[in-house]
């Protein structure tokens, strides 16, 4: 089976710095997506950023981009210019009709 | 938006009592998910079902089971709840039957469980 690692349990940045969340996967597909989600304090887990396998340009959403290297199963979410509101849990996940989570980093942003 | 809603944000029973737990999607999503959330273990799937009726096991069934009579409403069932179930529990849809690697899944809030 298909597994995630998140090797940061816990992380912190300071407002307006740059952090940056790890994550392995281990997988014999080649084809598949990756996701980060993020769990804010007691709300709903929301999707923050999606990357298909097959593209080698990496996603970016607004301050969150990711650096995928595909031949290292590695899949990192980088957060510019951090906010408050981006304290949360954030779980990386592989979905190849199956989807598989790691254990989640908790973000601390200090102010 | 996808509106995806759980019956309780908070449950307390006790031991040996069937628990029921409501999941319901307004968006006409094929999938859904249960999971249940534990501290440094991320996830994990309880059951998932892709139709009305159809169920297939996650990686920790056991102790649990589902049922699904409408599309857009997927229960949890403890039939008889021990403390190691106490837990996060999150349910989740998503849309696509078949190329279900694109799909996101969206999730509710979340019922915290605990058994005493």
């Known amino acids: 089976a298909q597994t995630v690692t998140q090797s940061q349990p816990e992380m912190s940045v300071q407002e307006a710095e740059t952090v940056t969340l790890s994550c392995t996967y281990d997988?014999?597909?080649?084809?598949?997506?990756l996701f980060w989600y993020k769990q804010p304090p007691s709300r709903q887990m929301i999707l923050v950023i999606r990357?298909?396998?097959?593209?080698?340009q990496n996603a970016t959403e607004n301050r969150f981009s990711v650096n995928f290297q595909k031949a290292a199963k590695s899949f990192s979410l980088k957060i510019s210019d951090s906010q408050l509101g981006d304290a949360a849990m954030y779980f990386c996940?592989?979905?190849?009709?199956?989807?598989?989570f790691g254990a989640g980093t908790r973000l601390t942003v200090k102010p | 938006d996808v509106k995806v809603t759980q019956s309780s944000r908070y449950l307390v029973k006790r031991t040996g009592e069937k628990v029921f737990l409501e999941c319901v999607q307004d968006?006409?999503?094929?999938?859904m998910f249960w999971y249940r959330q534990d501290p440094g273990l991320g996830l994990r799937l309880i059951y998932f079902?892709?139709?009305?009726?159809?169920?297939e096991k996650g990686d920790i069934p056991e102790g649990y089971s589902v049922s699904r009579e409408k599309k857009e409403r997927f229960s949890l069932i403890l039939e008889s709840a021990s403390t190691n179930q106490t837990s996060m529990y999150l349910c989740?849809?998503?849309?696509?039957?078949?190329?279900?690697?694109?799909?996101?899944?969206?999730f509710g809030p979340g019922t915290r469980l605990t058994v005493l």
């Open positions: 989740a849809s998503s849309l696509f039957r078949t190329g279900a690697r694109y799909n996101e899944q969206f």
């Open positions: 997988t014999s597909e080649s084809d598949y997506y």
């Open positions: 990357q298909e396998a097959y593209k080698q």
């Open positions: 996940a592989y979905n190849n009709n199956d989807m598989r």
């Open positions: 968006m006409d999503h094929e999938n």
């Open positions: 079902s892709y139709d009305v009726k159809m169920k």
